[in-house]
């Protein structure tokens, strides 16, 4: 579009679109072409303008943006939104923050987002439209399946095996080598010990289900 930089197109105009345009403005490498959102409420983002509904992709893919981010918190509305992106004609790259930091064999999926000051061990694997959030550390041999969660301050030691469209609540903290089921979710500030079957809600310290009422 003019500066030799590619293109890119961020979908989602709310608190976690704001958090991956402010990635990518801060990564130098990308061009903006603009937001969109399935419902647009503000004229602009950081400054970069929300350029309307999702009926603009097909020609906003037409025009030559090549490039888009699912910018979803939800993950099974990020990934939904990932679909319709690539039905659109979009390519979904990953996106790193320049102040995080990835160790040597990290491995990252179509889609993923990793933002500032969160770390990728040696060896890691994060699979498609992972979220690895702000200051969030992943350690060494962990695997992320797709379109999970891992959200700011939480702590993944080595070795842990975090199921696909699992969520990891802020600050919590995994021992070495826990599996968590997919699409389970761990409460802010838990200490998980032990592993976690699918679908299973767990909080506190150490982590225990929870139970309705």
Do not use: Y
Request: charged share 10%; with cysteine; aromatic share 0%.
């Amino acid at each position: 579009m003019g500066d030799g930089k590619p293109a890119i197109l961020v979908l989602g105009a709310g608190g976690h679109g704001k958090a991956v345009l402010d990635l990518v403005l801060a990564h130098g490498g990308w061009q903006v072409a603009g937001v969109v959102d399935a419902a647009p409420k503000v004229a602009s983002l950081l400054g970069i303008p929300v350029l309307g509904d999702e009926t603009v992709l097909p020609s906003l893919a037409r025009s030559g943006i090549a490039h888009a981010h699912p910018a979803i918190g939800s993950n099974t509305q990020r990934s939904a939104a990932a679909q319709r992106l690539r039905a659109a004609g979009f390519t979904l790259p990953a996106l790193v923050h320049p102040g995080a930091i990835l160790g040597h064999g990290a491995m990252l999926g179509e889609g993923t987002a990793v933002l500032a000051r969160a770390v990728i061990g040696p060896d890691a694997r994060i699979g498609r439209l992972v979220l690895v959030n702000t200051g969030a550390i992943v350690e060494h041999d962990c695997i992320l399946e797709d379109a999970a969660h891992v959200a700011p301050g939480a702590v993944l030691a080595g070795g842990v095996h975090i199921g696909a469209g699992a969520m990891v609540g802020a600050g919590a903290v995994i021992r070495p080598g826990v599996i968590i089921g997919a699409g389970a979710i761990i409460g802010a500030g838990a200490a998980v010990l032990a592993d976690v079957p699918a679908g299973v809600t767990v909080a506190g310290i150490p982590a225990r289900p929870l139970h309705p009422e």
